[in-house]
Structure formats: structure tokens, C-alpha cells
């Protein structure tokens, strides 16, 4: 599993991250799941991503509104943009608070008697650190 391009610019660190010259290439252009033939149109996938009409449908609408905000202009009327749609009710609510799984294994008893103590000292060392200050 590795980070998207974004996560990886921002995690640069993170073991996830792989650089772009270390990763695998996909095996086929339907195992790529950037690539045209997969936008989830069946047109797509059957011309192999060189038709793909939900990026036809929106270059049209990109140039409707071109015209129409260059006829607005003309006349004297403000122009309009674009609004970006917010999603369905889902992708609005599910935006936040997103839960993590991590999977880990369990300590041992040692590690877990290990780590209480080593808890205990760092605790009653806090109240003398913070008297001294």
C-alpha cells in the first residue's frame, strides 16, 4: 500500500511514501485505476479510455459557460463561475471525523509491566520538574 502523490508530498517521511522511481507500474491499463479507460463509463472502458464521455461532457459545459459569461460581458453583466457541486448527503457527512483501523499485535505481559513502570517514573518525575521551574 502506498500514499496518493498529494499524501506523499505532505508525509514525506512516512514509510508509506514511495518515491515515483521506486514504485511498480501497474500490470495492465485496467489495473491503473488514473487511467481513462477506468472512469467508469462502459464507452470508456470498451475504446480503451480514447472516448471517455464524462470528460466530452464536461468540456461542454466548460464552454457553455464561456459563451455565455462572453455574451454577459457584452451586455454589461456580471459573470457567472462555476460551482464546484458538494456531493450527496454521504459525502458531505462523511467528510469529518474520519476512524482509522490500526492493526497491532499485543504486547507481552514483560512489555506491558515494562511500559507501566517506565510510565510510573515519567509521571513522578512531571511534579519535581515542574516544582524546580
Request: proline share 6%.
Given at each position: 500500500m502506498?500514499l ?9 517521511g512516512?514509510?508509506?511514501?514511495i518515491p515515483?522511481?521506486g514504485?511498480?507500474q501497474?500490470?495492465?491499463?485496467f ?19 480514447a472516448i471517455?464521455?464524462?470528460e466530452?461532457?464536461?468540456r ?7 459563451r ?6 457584452a451586455?454589461g ?5 462555476r460551482?464546484a ?5 454521504i459525502?458531505?457527512?462523511l467528510q469529518q ?14 512489555e ?16 519535581q520538574?515542574?516544582?524546580a521551574?
Open positions: 502506498s496518493t502523490r498529494d499524501q506523499a508530498r505532505e508525509h514525506a512516512s514509510a508509506l511514501a515515483e522511481s514504485r511498480q501497474f500490470a495492465s491499463r489495473s491503473d485505476p488514473n487511467h481513462p479507460a477506468n472512469s467508469g463509463s462502459l464507452i470508456s472502458l470498451l475504446t480503451g479510455g471517455n464521455p464524462a466530452r461532457r464536461q461542454r459545459r466548460e464552454a457553455l459557460l464561456e455565455r459569461n462572453r455574451r454577459r460581458a451586455v453583466l456580471p459573470l457567472k463561475n460551482k457541486k458538494k456531493g450527496g448527503l459525502k458531505r457527512v471525523d474520519v476512524l482509522y483501523l490500526m492493526i497491532v499485535n499485543m504486547p507481552s505481559e514483560e506491558l509491566v515494562s511500559a507501566r513502570e517506565a510510565l510510573g517514573r515519567v509521571q513522578s518525575d512531571a511534579p520538574a515542574s516544582a521551574a
